[in-house]
């Protein structure tokens, strides 16, 4: 919308200042797509870790030396090799010669999403899975025993007794996880997804306004997440006092 | 109610973490009989605990014996009555001994009705109507009619406890372990609980219990055994330990709780 009054507000600042957002009229709309396609990446890969991650928990709670080792091995690799890697690795190696096309509510092309997300959700389960671990460890042994003592099998237990009260420990650590992958999906931008980092570089690289862009980027990325980890905190403490009732 | 029907045999029962280092249990044998009420009394760290958890295998023994009805449990297989070897279901006997914890260990999550009718429903398959009828009449039993909707967190500590013994006696137990039940209850409630006791006893349950109520012991027991340092020490009929103490560290200890 250029002739907008506020088109004129940038029009003499330099390409490097802070606070230059003359880009937005033209490049506004790439920036609101960014931020779905971030969000969307976020959620959807932390809901498709929870899973494995539920798995990969339970395996490490085994008494199965065999059973704890897969897991154990799964949780260090991904927590010790950096994400760009894995990213990589699952994009060229698993998606290379597998390259969906479809296309789902008219803007997300699924062939770097797919990918992405299912990169970000390998890497997720690692860490939700140690979320999950502590959260079941920190139920009280005694319920376990209450269960087994009635006759329960170890699964009966840990269904109908322990997970119940684990995933209620353990919820906010989970939205946390959300609020990380919201800043860690933007490593994905390298693969061409376009998310909100991949909005603000390719606005630099068109605009040659090197620093605006990101700016802008970043104080978006504050607005979803500085009030969503407040909300988390808040949450937490009522679930707190709850437990004291 | 006593009899010579022996229900479990405990044959040299061992316990011992670090490699030996500590012996919770070290060579317990003794036979519990249908109707019994056998009191475990001992020192803090005598093993009476670990005995108790022993027996319905909560505690993996590192050695010995529990015969339960005719079967070794702490034996991963079984002879059956053809002489075949099965493999042992650890569950189908854990349903028939009830066990009630110091610390309750009520489902927080459940209300009192869900905390009673859960493991009948999972485990045995009893049905929902069924079960809740047969719940509300326990509770009903031990006072506690009204408050199948309440969850635990609005229990007091007496209440909760009663609840856990009925929570035990929905799966019909052969026999009940109770370990230290009343220890965590404030002093005016421990008489509601041992109450319930009682009447439980009245009834011809078998029981085991370790306490710390020498009131209980004498008044209930008909059995009492002395352990210290993982070792049965001293056994008998509440009359001779309590009046007649043989050994030295029995005399001690009941000079210091009586």
């Known amino acids: 919308m250029p002739g907008s009054w506020w088109s004129s507000l940038f029009a003499d600042m330099s390409p490097t ?3 230059n957002l003359s880009f937005l009229p033209k490049y506004g709309s790439m920036f ?47 927590r010790s090799t950096p994400l760009l890697v894995q990213l990589s690795i699952v994009f060229f ?76 420990n353990v919820l906010p650590a989970l939205a946390n996880e959300i609020v990380t992958m919201v800043k860690e999906s933007s490593i994905c931008m390298t693969l061409g997804i376009m998310d909100l980092m ?12 090197t620093l605006g862009p990101y700016t802008l980027a970043a104080a978006i990325y504050f607005a979803i ?21 | 109610m006593a009899t010579n029907d022996k229900l479990i045999q405990v044959v040299d029962l061992k316990k011992h973490y670090n490699k ?83 610390h309750f260990n009520l489902f927080p999550h459940k209300t009192i009705m869900e905390n009673m009718i859960l493991a009948p429903m999972q485990v045995k398959g009893m049905k929902k109507a069924e079960a809740t009828e047969k719940a509300q009449h326990l509770l009903e039993r031990v006072g506690l009619g009204d408050r199948g909707a309440a969850y635990p967190l609005q229990l007091s500590g007496g209440q909760k406890q009663r609840v856990a013994i009925v929570r ?49 012991a004498r008044e209930v027991g008909n059995r009492v055994l002395f352990m210290d340092e993982g070792k049965l020490m001293e056994e008998g009929t509440p009359d001779e330990v309590f009046n007649h103490p043989q050994c030295e560290r029995l005399k001690d200890f009941l000079a210091k709780v009586l």
């Open chain 1, 17 to 19: 200042s802070f606070f």
């Open chain 1, 32 to 78: 609101i797509q960014g931020v779905e396609f971030t969000l969307l990446l976020a959620v959807v890969s932390v809901l498709l870790a929870v899973i494995p991650a539920l798995v990969l928990a339970l395996m490490r709670l085994s008494k199965n030396r065999v059973i704890k080792g897969i897991a154990g091995a799964y949780i260090a690799v991904f």
């Open chain 1, 93 to 168: 190696g698993i998606f290379g010669s597998f390259n969906p096309r479809i296309t789902l509510f008219g803007f997300l092309t699924l062939d770097t999403f797919i990918p992405c997300a299912v990169a970000l959700a390998l890497n997720s389960s690692a860490y939700v899975a140690e979320i999950f671990r502590a959260g079941i460890q920190a139920v009280d042994g005694g319920q376990t025993e209450a269960a087994r003592s009635l006759g329960m099998t170890s699964w009966q237990a840990m269904r109908l007794v322990v997970l119940p009260q684990a995933i209620k």
């Open chain 1, 198 to 209: 991949f909005a603000a570089k390719t606005t630099a690289g068109a605009t040659w306004i």
């Open chain 1, 225 to 245: 997440n500085y009030p969503a980890s407040k909300v988390i905190e808040a949450i937490e403490r009522r679930m707190r006092r709850g437990d004291k009732r």
């Open chain 2, 20 to 102: 030996g280092a500590i012996k919770a249990l070290d060579g317990v044998t003794v036979d519990i009989n249908r109707g019994d009420v056998m009191v475990v009394v001992g020192p803090s760290g005598s093993g009476k605990s670990t005995f108790l958890r022993s027996l319905n295998v909560l505690e993996e023994p590192t050695d010995g014996q529990i015969i339960f009805d005719g079967v070794d449990i702490t034996k991963k297989t079984y002879t059956d009555e053809n002489g075949k070897q099965q493999k042992l279901n650890i569950n189908l006997h854990r349903q028939r001994m009830g066990m009630v914890f110091q």
């Open chain 2, 168 to 216: 035990a006696l929905m799966m019909e137990p052969d026999v009940m372990l109770f370990d230290e039940p009343t220890s965590a209850l404030d002093p005016e409630m421990v008489g509601e609980v041992l109450e319930v006791m009682k009447e439980l006893a009245r009834g011809g349950m078998t029981m085991v219990v370790v306490t710390h109520e020498m009131g209980f």
